[in-house]
């Protein structure tokens, strides 16, 4: 499948592409994952955002890179997700893999740190992640802080 992989502040993003990050973002995180929760938290305006679009143009997959001092002290990966069609194909690899290479890139060769969903603390274990240790309750959901350090 041929995807078309771009990643933007978020004041290059056009209405439409905002319009379907956030639509993707609450069909799985509130809808699929019957969670309600406050989506829009003021931190889309000071994030990179991660837009991948099928052939057809629809969004097939999305994160925010969130910059140190916003969510930690250390960039930050959020807001993860896949559409279903993709899901199981390996596309969500490529998806973490991208948004690795971008907070290298932008922001230096150092720890980068998420908030995992406990049940996917394998995927990120495979992209190099490690749990904190730090477990707790988010919107009702069990997570787990977890960071990613570079190779010396």
């Not at 041929?2 to 439409?16: D, G």
Request: aromatic content about 10%.
């Amino acid at each position: 499948m041929n995807l078309n992989w771009q990643i933007k502040p978020y004041s290059e993003l056009s209405l439409n592409e905002f319009h379907d990050i956030i639509e993707l973002r609450i069909n799985v995180f509130v809808v699929e994952q019957n969670c309600p929760y406050p989506e829009l938290d003021g931190k889309d305006k000071k994030s990179y955002h991660v837009v991948c679009r099928d052939g057809m143009g629809n969004l097939a997959a999305t994160a925010r890179i969130v910059p140190p001092g916003l969510s930690y002290d250390t960039p930050s990966i959020g807001r993860v997700v896949i559409a279903e069609s993709l899901r199981g194909t390996g596309k969500g690899h490529e998806l973490m893999e991208k948004c690795v290479a971008y907070c290298i890139q932008e922001f230096g060769d150092g720890t980068i740190t998420i908030s995992a969903q406990k049940h996917l603390e394998n995927y990120y274990k495979s992209h190099n992640f490690k749990s904190t240790g730090k477990e707790y309750l988010e919107d009702g959901i069990p997570h787990v802080q977890m960071t990613y350090t570079p190779k010396k």
